[in-house]
């Protein structure tokens, strides 16, 4: 997921929904104020066709967190079924402030092995193909 910015700041996706434009995701920060938040909609309103606006749910930031491992470039020679991405696990990371190099250096790369065999008893080998 790449994230764009509006011109104050505040980073958001978007994903295309139909011919009539696209759903966009709003990513503040703490530091921005609801005056701010309220700024960035007015633009992409004005700006872009929105089918549908939001802030970010952990859900949303959940998911902004693992794209990121995914896009490391220390898991980029890796399959999906070596990278730990147990949602329990993301969620209580993310939230402690593990950074995502953290991430990558401390769970990821020191049980790949570990991972492989979890998510094969999990899926099989056909999911899994190539281990």
Known sequence: MMLETTTNGINFSD???SSEGAAFIL???KEHTQEQINQAKRELRN???VVSLKIADCGDLDYLY????FRH????S???YEIEQDEKTIRTERKKGTTVEQYVQNIVLPNVEKTKRKYYQMYGEKACKGM
């Not at 693992?66 to 491992?69: A, F, G, H, L």
């Not at 470039?73 to 980029?76: A, C, L, S």
């Open 47 to 49: 700006s872009r066709d």
């Open 73 to 76: 470039k220390d898991t980029r």
């Open 66 to 69: 693992k794209s990121e491992i």
């Open 78 to 80: 890796l399959k999906w």
């Open 27 to 29: 990513y503040p920060s």
């Open 15 to 17: 994903t295309l929904v």
